[in-house]
């Protein structure tokens, strides 16, 4: 029994949070299982050793970009020491999320009491769960709601089910026991505040943003149709649409009170609103707008907004999406309320689809796209931005199986466990260019004709990002360099396959050009660029 129960745990512990997932005709969000490690590389940032440093150059990251999942689990985790929670190697490691990095962690396992039969309490699991994420990384806890709500059985077509290991029940959110709920909030904050009382042991990473459930509402109880269907049964959608706004909103105005009783610093997340295409604009005004209304301004600081979709350049569907929540939170009185993304993602290979399998994207698409969905939202004023999974999901064929910046090693044509993709290399790159960078004053020099150019300001100096949606090769001026020559270096590395890498830093193109009276033209193409003024800089060993 006691075996069973410890691999019962397991299987928690390689849940995790919802994945938006995308066909022809519905949109449903999913959940998936954590990739694992086994023996994992000791990564740590290592200086530039060559005369040319991009400005900012830091290991402890500022970033405002991290990962939904940064963790690396252990390769086999139903047979590696199962009978030991306490053990750190069954709970993986984030060396490689540090090494490239990351700024922020938002953990795959969600806040909850587990049943009484799995051996373990909530301390346990959550001590092992928020214990080991470097202090380098801000984290973003989510508190699982529906574990302590009246649940329906989902309505998840048979065909997605094949694409996820795990399908979120539908909910009306009615809380079965609401004062042992609300205990275990305060009790859950108080232990992860870091205000030294009733602290967990060795806490040395206190949790300052707590987010309430996850891209909510759910996809509707068995025999209800799709909420957002515009041939639905109103009266049927009442039964559990509109129960579910009304007790959500209750949730939040509870859950937000006992957070700030116990932390008047920390910071309330509103549950993700997924994008679901066309009906993205819909859901938004029946159901989180609703939410925000009758909660009238109470407690609650950020609206957090998921997109994922191709790496051809749906990605401007961002600016579009983030325009719409601005007006409406700004509509509602919620001027002050921040909009991030905590989930972004596209995939590298060519995953399963609803219908078969989707389009082949190379490693070089994955790469140049992973570059646009974290600088494009942040030059508009999304505040954080999460790419969704550090590695590929161990046991889906569906995209989420690869969208990772690490190979998992399964399945046909795959390089090897952790074997690392061009993504991995690019993302490191832009956190070691732009860490430092003052994030409020990005200045956008041009969004038109498919050329994108921003300004960044690093450390006090300047720093370009350009990047050429045309793929053709196109000049482009940059002004007000101050130094005599600049630096061109190219995001994404110059070889087809992230496997072929040996030297990170000899990894990528770049040149240095002269500057005449503060001016250089640059020619893009398919590559993101950085330029930076050519600077002297001191580099220990």
């Known amino acids: 029994m006691k075996k069973m129960a ?22 449903l969000s999913f959940a998936e299982s954590q990739p694992v490690s086994q023996n994992p590389e000791d990564f740590v940032h290592q200086p530039m050793v060559t005369g040319v440093v991009p400005p900012g150059h830091n290991p402890i990251t500022s970033v405002p970009f991290g990962f939904h999942i940064g963790r690396i689990y252990p390769k086999d985790i139903f047979t590696h020491n199962p009978d030991n929670l306490a053990d750190p190697k069954l709970w993986g490691t984030y060396s490689y999320a540090e090494d490239v990095g990351a700024g922020w962690e938002r953990p795959g396992m969600y806040a909850f009491i587990p049943p009484q039969e799995l051996g373990a309490t909530w301390q346990q699991l959550m001590d092992s769960n928020y214990g080991s994420i470097p202090v380098s990384m801000h984290i973003l806890a989510n508190i699982d709601v529906r574990r302590w709500a009246a649940i329906q059985p989902s309505n998840i077509p048979k065909e997605l089910q094949k694409l996820s290991t795990y399908n979120p029940p539908a909910s009306y959110l009615k809380l079965v026991d609401e004062e042992k709920y609300i205990q275990f909030v305060k009790d859950l904050v108080e232990r992860y505040d870091g205000d030294g009382l009733s602290d967990m042991p060795g806490l040395k990473n206190p949790i300052k943003y707590w987010q309430i459930d996850n891209e909510l509402p759910g996809p509707p109880p068995s025999g209800v149709p799709l909420v957002l269907d515009a041939q639905a049964d109103t009266a049927t959608i009442a039964s559990w649409f509109n129960v579910s706004v009304d007790n959500y909103t209750h949730i939040l105005e509870i859950t937000a009170k006992a957070i700030k009783a116990q932390d008047p610093q920390a910071k309330v997340v509103l549950s993700g609103m997924a994008d679901v295409g066309s009906q993205t604009e819909k859901l938004f005004h029946t159901y989180y707008l609703r939410v925000l209304e009758k909660l009238t301004g109470k407690d609650v600081d950020i609206f957090d907004y998921h997109f994922y979709g191709n790496a051809t350049g749906n990605y401007r569907v961002m600016k579009d999406a983030y325009a719409m929540i601005r007006e409406g939170l700004d509509v509602l009185g919620y001027k002050g309320m921040e909009i991030w993304i905590t989930e972004t993602a596209v995939y590298s290979g060519r995953p399963r689809d609803v219908e078969g399998y989707a389009s082949s994207q190379t490693e070089k698409e994955q790469a140049v796209d992973l570059f646009r969905r974290i600088v494009f939202p942040l030059s508009f004023g999304v505040k954080k931005v999460f790419w969704f999974s550090i ?7 569906g995209p989420d199986g690869y969208m990772g910046l690490l190979y998992n090693g399964h399945g046909d044509n795959n390089p090897g466990y952790c074997a690392k993709k ?8 832009l956190s070691e260019t732009l860490d430092g960078g003052e994030w ?5 020099i041009q969004e038109k004709d ?3 150019v921003y300004k960044f300001i690093t450390q006090g100096k300047p720093v370009w990002v350009i990047w050429n949606d045309t793929q ?3 000049p482009v001026s940059i002004s007000g360099i101050a130094s005599a020559e600049a630096v061109i270096t190219e995001a994404v590395p110059k070889y087809e396959f992230g496997k072929d890498i040996v030297d990170y830093h000899a990894a990528f193109n770049s040149e240095i050009k002269p500057v005449k009276e503060g001016k250089l033209q640059v020619l893009v193409k398919d590559i993101p660029l950085f330029v930076y003024e ?3 800089v001191n580099v220990k060993e």
């Open 440 to 444: 409020d004053t990005i200045q956008v």
């Open 422 to 429: 061009l993504s991995y290399f690019t993302f490191k790159k």
């Open 450 to 452: 498919g050329i994108y």
């Open 534 to 536: 050519k600077q002297a």
């Open 6 to 27: 410890r691999k019962s745990i397991l299987v928690i512990v390689v849940s995790l949070a919802a994945i938006s997932f995308y066909c022809a005709f519905e949109n």
């Open 472 to 474: 053709e090769e196109t």
């Open 391 to 397: 590695m590929d999901n161990a046991v889906s064929q």
